[in-house]
C-alpha cells in the first residue's frame, strides 16, 4: 500500500551496528505498528503506537526501541544489531475508529552479518 | 506464544478448485481478521468478522466463525493463480487494542 512507506527497503548490516528503519504514513491514522516476520512465521509485534507520546511495548521489544516522531512517523531502531534481528520488518497503520483492520507498509529486510 | 494457530500451514490446488484453509485461536475474541501475503510483500487485509457474526462473504471468500469451538474458516472459491499466496488470521483479543496473527497458511494455485 503507497500510504505507508518504508525506508530501506533492504539494508545488510554487521553485528554491532546501530541501525534506524523508518515508517511514514499518509493515511492520517493515529496508530502505528512495527512486526518483524521470520521465514515461515507469522509476524510479530515489536512497539506499537496511538498517538504521538504513546509508546507500547509489543511481545518481543527486547533489543529494540522506537520513536514516535509524528503521527506520520514511527521509527524503529536496534541500538547494536545481532544476527538473529534478520528478518522481514513491517510498519503498519490503523485508523482509531477501526482500529483492528491495519494497513501495511512494503516491508524491509534486514540482514544482520 | 501464538494466539492462532492454522491449518494446513501448505495448500497446493488446481486452479478452479476451492481452498479452504482454517484457523484456531485460544482466547476470547473480539473479531477475526484474515490478510494475505503475497511473497516478500506487506500483509492485505481481506475481511473482518466480528464476535457475533458466524458467516461473512467478500467477492469469492467467505468467511466462517465458530467461536464455541474457537475457530475460523476461510474459503476461497474458484482459485486462481494470482489467489497464490500465504494467507494469515489475525486476532483481536478482548480487552486489548493490537492484533495477534497466526504463522499462516501458504497456499499455491497450480494452473
Known amino acids: 500500500d503507497a500510504d505507508v512507506t518504508q525506508t530501506p527497503r533492504n539494508r545488510i548490516t554487521k553485528t554491532g551496528k546501530r541501525i534506524m528503519l523508518e515508517c511514514s504514513q499518509t493515511?492520517?491514522?493515529?496508530?502505528m505498528y512495527w512486526y518483524r516476520q521470520d521465514p515461515g512465521l507469522g509476524l510479530r509485534l515489536i512497539y506499537y503506537s496511538f498517538d504521538v507520546k504513546d509508546i507500547n511495548k509489543g511481545e518481543i521489544s527486547d533489543g529494540y526501541s522506537v520513536s514516535r516522531q509524528a503521527q506520520a512517523k514511527f521509527s524503529l531502531s536496534l541500538e547494536s544489531a545481532i544476527p538473529n534481528q534478520t528478518a522481514l520488518y513491517f510498519c503498519?497503520?490503523?485508523?482509531?475508529?477501526?482500529?483492528?483492520?491495519?494497513?501495511f507498509g512494503p516491508g524491509t529486510r534486514l540482514t544482520v552479518l | 506464544s501464538q494466539q492462532g494457530e492454522e491449518d494446513p500451514q501448505a495448500l497446493s490446488i488446481q486452479e478452479g478448485e476451492n481452498a479452504t484453509m482454517n484457523c484456531s485461536y485460544k482466547t476470547s475474541i473480539n473479531n477475526l481478521q484474515w490478510y494475505r501475503q503475497n511473497s516478500g510483500r506487506g500483509l492485505v487485509h481481506l475481511i473482518l468478522i466480528r464476535s457475533n457474526e458466524r458467516e461473512k462473504h467478500s467477492g469469492r471468500l467467505r468467511v466462517t466463525l465458530d467461536t464455541s469451538k474457537k475457530s475460523s474458516s476461510l474459503l476461497i472459491t474458484a482459485s486462481r493463480a494470482a489467489d497464490t499466496a500465504s494467507y494469515f488470521c489475525a486476532t483481536a483479543l478482548q480487552g486489548a487494542q493490537k492484533l495477534v496473527f497466526g504463522q499462516g497458511t501458504r497456499l499455491t494455485i497450480n494452473p
Open positions: 503498519a497503520t490503523s485508523d482509531l475508529r477501526l482500529p483492528n483492520e491495519q494497513f
Open positions: 493515511k492520517g491514522h493515529d496508530r
